[in-house]
């Protein structure tokens, strides 16, 4: 969605707002991209983004700020406000127009941290500048974030390392990135629903199984798609540079955890809940099952980005 600005209103170069940045470790910048840097703000900037995001917040403007300047954890009761430059408002500043910005965002829902672009200013000539969001993944993002204790992260090295990695890696023009593109096409699709809906576990889910499955034979009892999904990862687990996070089961083995996993896809398909169902203790939330689903289905896809010939034989065995 693209609303037009007058120049007096808009910053002085092109940028696009990275909601979810707390703090960047050991640097002031950070290069995402050949010509995209990651940095704070600068005063112009955060009066252009308030003015934004009171535009879209689902809750008072007032209130929405708050989340950006406001010293956390929140406990309840008055807010405690930052000094200015503790702010939590981050940019990546960019030249070009928003297709390099666009493409940057495909590798940043691929990463581990996942950063959170809201929307992005550009001057498309004569400084008048124009705001390009997603209104419906903006919204529901800004929605959420109030209630996610986790929202914010920390940027380092390592992380932006892996950022640039996907970045380069994206812009392969073979067949296999056609189709992955699609994919990344996908993830973000998803995000334009709610947080709570039980269409993105079902979401994430269908990627996944479209990643490493095929239909199973009906002569084959040991071929179920819940068993391929199982030992596949299970050989991919110890591919990945970081392996798939368990520990929130309790102990589980990833065989137990999967296994439940499917139990509750099969009830989320059929219209049922997650909830007073015993069987599904192992998994501790719904919260905890999206972001298992989420991270796995990420992980697949960026070694699909390493390794396509092993994905496509993995799929077919």
Request: net charge negative; aromatic share 10%; hydrophobic share 40%.
């Amino acid at each position: 969605m693209a609303n037009s600005l007058s120049s007096t209103e808009s910053p002085t170069e092109n940028y696009a707002f990275v909601m979810n940045v707390g703090h960047l470790t050991g640097a002031d910048t950070f290069d995402l991209a050949p010509g995209h840097v990651l940095r704070r703000a600068t005063a112009d900037e955060v009066a252009f983004i308030k003015q934004t995001i009171g535009r879209y917040a689902p809750i008072p403007h007032n209130q929405s700020q708050h989340l950006w300047e406001r010293r956390l954890p929140y406990p309840g009761g008055w807010l405690e406000i930052l000094p200015q430059e503790d702010w939590r408002y981050f940019v990546v500043s960019f030249t070009g127009t928003n297709t390099t910005i666009a493409e940057l965002i495909g590798a940043l829902d691929l990463s581990s941290l996942e950063l959170e672009v809201g929307f992005t200013a550009v001057d498309f000539g004569g400084h008048n500048y124009t705001v390009i969001s997603i209104p419906d993944r903006l919204f529901h993002t800004l929605n959420h974030a109030g209630q996610n204790k986790s929202f914010f992260v920390e940027v380092c090295a390592e992380d932006v390392a892996e950022i640039r990695r996907i970045h380069a890696q994206l812009q392969s023009r073979d067949s296999d990135n056609r189709n992955i593109q699609n994919l990344v096409l996908q993830l973000g699709q998803l995000k334009g629903l709610p947080f709570t809906s039980p269409l993105r576990f079902l979401g994430y889910f269908a990627i996944l199984e479209s990643l490493l499955t095929h239909t199973p034979k009906k002569s084959d009892p040991y071929e179920s798609i819940t068993r391929q999904i199982t030992v596949k990862l299970a050989l991919l687990d110890h591919r990945f540079p970081r392996g798939i996070e368990y520990a929130p089961f309790g102990g589980a083995s990833p065989k137990t955890v999967w296994s439940k996993m499917y139990d509750y896809r099969s009830r989320v398909a059929h219209g049922d809940g997650f909830e007073l169902v015993e069987t599904l203790k192992v998994l501790k939330s719904p919260d905890d099952a999206l972001k298992l689903v989420r991270e796995t289905v990420k992980a697949v896809i960026r070694q699909l980005l390493s390794e396509p010939q092993l994905l496509r034989d993995l799929r077919d065995c």
